[in-house]
T-cell receptor, first 113, second 112 residues
Framework: DTAVSQTPKYLVTQMGNDKSIKCEQNLGHDTMYWYKQDSKKFLKIMFSYNNKELIINETVPNRFSPKSPDKAHLNLHINSLELGDSAVYFC????????????FGPGTRLLVL | SQKIEQNSEALNIQEGKTATLTCNYTNYSPAYLQWYRQDPGRGPVFLLLIRENEKEKRKERLKVTFDTTLKQSLFHITASQPADSATYLCALRPYGNNRLAFGKGNQVVVIP
């Protein structure tokens, strides 16, 4: 019944490793997002996809690469992890790009050691 | 520079009172403004949306006002309950921009 789900919930890894976070929504929405919430609690958009097409690509290091195999899934792959990547990553979805309400997943807590 | 400011200090309030939170913004022209609730270890949950041409919106015990002259939104929780304890995030969408910009959030603690 979970509307927006993410895996894993926790991710602890060493600097330099490559990791992926997966997101799935069962709401039938067209648009999906990745947000980063840092230690200061600011929630900042990273990427957005609409119907598998990238529509928002904020100033994010190119070590971060989103992939949308279909409109219900948006994954985030991070190469060469750095200490500063430690944060909570939230996936969200909305019915359309211009749809106001966003539905957030539970978050993935990434700790880079 | 563009800013969305919410009080960084937690609001401690006695059960049954009205909690009022403030969201101030600078250098934005919002098409609308939203309020979300975030509990520890969870993602934000949408509560209310108010458009640029609306002054006030209500939903059950929640009320939001929007003053584009003051560049401010107020969020009220009336008859507050311990279950209302959470962090409340303000977010706005500027005209001509499909990105939601979030404030840092303001924690509310309702004391029984």
């Amino acid at each position: 019944d979970t509307a927006v789900s993410q895996t894993p919930k926790y991710l602890v890894t060493q600097m330099g490793n490559d990791k992926s976070i997966k997101c799935e929504q069962n709401l039938g929405h067209d648009t999906m997002y990745w947000y980063k919430q840092d230690s200061k609690k600011f929630l900042k958009i990273m990427f957005s996809y609409n119907n598998k097409e990238l529509i928002i690509n904020e100033t994010v290091p190119n070590r971060f690469s989103p992939k949308s195999p279909d409109k219900a899934h948006l994954n985030l792959h991070i190469n060469s992890l750095e200490l500063g990547d430690s944060a909570v990553y939230f996936c969200a979805s909305s019915q359309r790009t211009d749809q106001e309400t966003q539905y957030f997943g539970p978050g993935t807590r990434l700790l880079v050691l | 520079s563009q800013k969305i400011e919410q009080n960084s200090e937690a609001l401690n309030i006695q059960e049954g009172k009205t909690a009022t939170l403030t969201c101030n913004y600078t250098n934005y022209s919002p098409a609308y403004l939203q309020w979300y609730r975030q509990d520890p270890g969870r993602g934000p949950v949408f509560l209310l949306l108010i458009r640029e041409n609306e002054k006030e919106k209500r939903k059950e015990r929640l009320k939001v006002t929007f003053d584009t002259t003051l560049k401010q939104s107020l969020f009220h929780i009336t008859a507050s309950q311990p279950a209302d304890s959470a962090t409340y995030l303000c977010a706005l969408r500027p005209y001509g921009n499909n990105r939601l910009a979030f404030g840092k959030g303001n924690q509310v603690v309702v004391i029984p």
